[in-house]
């Protein structure tokens, strides 16, 4: 009886996401363009062609750049956030809102519309910093800014989630810790460092992991803030993937991109968390 | 007996019924707005001008239309009709499914002729001719009028040369502090879609036509020409520069290579007075302009469906129809007959004088390489040149990565 009421799901999951990723792995040993009837098997010269392509170690090294700025800062962030409206101010839960919303902001419109605010000549940045007499550089297309610019909104749509999840953890810190700290004479800093950090670690690890998977997935806000440029300087994983798939129509070949980063995520999520003690608390 | 009688009446109303039925097809397109509604509208007019066949306008959104035509090969569900971007024509003949259109045109002594010899380069597979032009776009020079009298030029006189393009910049520059010409430097096929303008300009070829467009022949002399002419626009003369794509439209720079389509979209969002003019050329150089638009292909079906397809591809490309069409969607004649048109002329001169321009460049008009890797050919070159344009690596450098790429990509 439980498997008859199982079977909905584990239709859903089988036809959505086991059979294509499935189906994707036995395709990249194919030449397909999805248009020809003519599907020829090529065994691994998908992968050799991908493993001797310096677009891909390029993408490789702008996605993990990319990565490690939005998760670690927008960590940091959120950290400093829920300290400071785990407190009773007023109107905290405005600023958890405020600080929340652009979580669930559509990636695609916050894209478009940071797109506006960098504008070198009429986005709202420059024309502050031009106040201040400071000439703001062209964010998305100066290709020594155009990672950084892109990193910027990633934090900014991630802080919140983050804060969100330290908030809760905080929440959970029994207050006989706070209480004995201050008995001991130690100050804010003091706590933070000894108490609340230390107790926040599989909070930590937990959005370390999930920051670093999602930010490494990054496609819809590369792609609609500077698909790729300039000068393949925001060229990440998955824009290299939607290309070679949908703009080039090679399926294999994106299909074996796709098995790379699979594999490349697997064993970082892996590493990390083993080095990170495997989310136990002590 | 009155059993009988009734039984040959229903078997002759039903020999009736099939015999004189309309044959539907359906037709797929992705014209919307002002094209899709002056679409349906001949689409009707062509249902009721007879009765053997009945199309049925199917709308699919311009960014699925190839996946769905994909889709449908693979499950063999395709309609009888489609329109298509024509560089994606290559492609979809790729299913093997296409109608060869020669037996066709040569059974009804059909003029294809009449079409831009240039526009049927797309559907030619082989010996096989799979598709046909119904729609054409091309780029052209727009200016801004208002910079042009405020910098003390005559605002009626648009360059004409490349040299000219510089020297209007310049005084542009030094006047009103504004940049001269904008530039498309934002990668992909807009970038490349725009310099091919230059590089035919200057006598240059993209792909070489001899070698079947198998080879990149654009690392020549024309191609550092056009190349070099963009890095000196942005680093020696100082009157273009490396930013998004708008600034003409906000009267930031004075003049820009664009579209025949922004005829329709300029003239609405611009606050100052515009100017059209076939795109200029270097001193040794020609007209050149490249080309946009749809094609439509018939899908391999019932002889039935096919016969029927093939009457509404030649009701809907006679001349007096395109005349029609290309004067509500601003489209440029596809055939020599449209443009030599004095209902057409007399129109366009009257009431679309911006278009003209574009009308006249449609014969300079020439057609990127139709392979099936032109995307990736496109897209890698981009990638090349803009290393140059982003003052990287030399132009001759940017060109020599380019052709190593390409040729890689179409070994």
């Keep these: ?282 | 007996m009155r059993k009988h009688v009734l039984l040959s009446i229903l078997i002759v109303f039903t020999f009736v019924c099939f015999t004189f039925a309309a044959v539907d097809i359906e037709f797929w397109h992705y014209w919307d707005g002002t094209n899709g509604e002056k679409l349906e509208a001949l689409v009707s007019q062509f249902n009721e001008s007879q009765s053997d066949v009945h199309v049925k306008a199917v709308f699919v959104p311009s960014s699925s239309i190839v996946s769905k035509i994909q889709t449908s090969a693979l499950s063999g569900r395709t309609p009888a009709l489609a329109i298509s971007d024509i560089i994606n024509i290559s492609l979809i003949a790729d299913t093997g499914k296409l109608v060869d259109l020669h037996p066709l045109i040569k059974a009804d002594d059909y003029n294809v002729d009449d079409f831009y010899s240039e526009l049927l380069t797309y559907g030619t597979k082989g010996d096989t001719l799979v598709s046909l032009p119904v729609s054409s776009s091309n780029l052209g020079l727009f200016w801004n009028k208002d910079l042009f009298r405020e910098a003390g030029l005559d605002p009626e006189t648009p360059p004409t040369t490349w040299e000219e393009i510089v020297e209007f910049s310049q005084i542009i520059k030094e006047k009103t502090g504004k940049d001269g010409f904008e530039l498309y430097t934002g990668g992909g096929e807009g970038t490349t879609w725009q310099w091919q303008v230059f590089l035919w300009g200057a006598n240059g070829e993209f792909l070489s036509k001899a070698d079947d467009y198998r080879t990149a022949a654009f690392n020549s002399e024309a191609g550092r020409q056009a190349l070099q002419f963009w890095c000196d626009l942005i680093y020696n003369y100082n009157v273009s520069k490396i930013a998004p794509w708008g600034l003409f439209g906000r009267g930031e720079a004075a003049m820009v290579m664009d579209g025949s389509w922004m005829v329709q979209f300029f003239p609405n969002q611009v606050s100052f007075e515009l100017g059209s003019a076939v795109f200029p050329h270097p001193a040794n150089g020609n007209f050149a302009t490249n080309m946009g638009g749809e094609q439509i292909f018939l899908f391999n079906k019932s002889d039935e469906e096919t016969a029927a397809a093939w009457e509404f591809v030649k009701w809907f490309t006679q001349t007096s129809v395109q005349v029609e069409w290309d004067k509500a969607t601003g489209f440029i004649p596809v055939k020599k007959s449209v443009s030599e048109d004095n209902g057409y002329v007399s129109y366009i001169k009257n009431t679309r004088r911006l278009l003209l321009p574009f009308v006249e460049a449609e014969k300079y008009a020439q057609a990127r390489p139709p392979v099936n890797e032109y995307p990736e050919v496109s897209d890698a070159f981009a990638r090349e040149i803009l290393k140059a344009i982003h003052n990287r690596v030399s132009v001759e450098e940017a060109l020599g990565a380019a052709e190593t790429k390409v040729n890689d990509i179409l070994q």
């Design chain 1, 1 to 282: 009886m439980a498997f008859i009421f199982l079977i909905p799901s584990v239709l859903i999951i089988g036809v959505f996401n086991i059979y294509p990723a499935l189906y994707s792995i036995v395709l990249s040993f194919f030449k397909w363009n999805g248009f020809s009837p003519k599907i020829p098997f090529v065994g691994l010269e998908n992968y050799r062609t991908l493993f001797t392509n310096p677009e891909f170690y390029n993408s490789i090294g702008v996605t993990i750049v990319y990565s490690l700025l939005v998760t670690i800062i927008s960590m940091g962030l959120g950290l400093l956030v829920a300290v400071a409206l785990d407190r009773d101010i007023k109107g905290k839960t405005l600023y958890r809102i405020l600080y929340f919303l652009p979580v669930v902001t559509p990636t695609v419109a916050s894209g478009i519309v940071w797109t506006y605010l960098f504008d070198p000549s009429q986005g709202i940045i420059n024309r502050t910093l031009a106040f201040f007499s400071i000439t703001g550089p062209s964010w998305l297309t100066d290709s020594s800014w155009a990672l950084l610019s892109v990193s910027i909104v990633g934090i900014w749509k991630r802080v919140g989630f983050c804060m969100i999840i330290y908030l809760a953890a905080l929440q959970g810190i029994s207050n006989s810790l706070y209480e004995a700290a201050e008995i001991d004479g130690a100050g804010d800093f003091k706590i933070l460092k000894s108490i609340k950090i230390p107790l926040l670690a599989p909070s930590t690890l937990f959005l370390s992991i999930t920051g670093f998977i999602d930010s490494f997935q990054i496609f819809d806000l590369v792609y609609v803030m500077t698909n790729g440029g300039p000068v393949d300087e925001t060229d990440v994983l998955g824009l290299f993937l939607y290309r070679n798939g949908f703009d080039y129509f090679k399926l294999g070949y994106s299909s074996a991109i796709a098995v790379a980063i699979f594999a490349i995520l697997f064993l970082l999520s892996f590493v990390q968390w083993k080095y990170t003690g495997g989310g136990d608390e002590n």
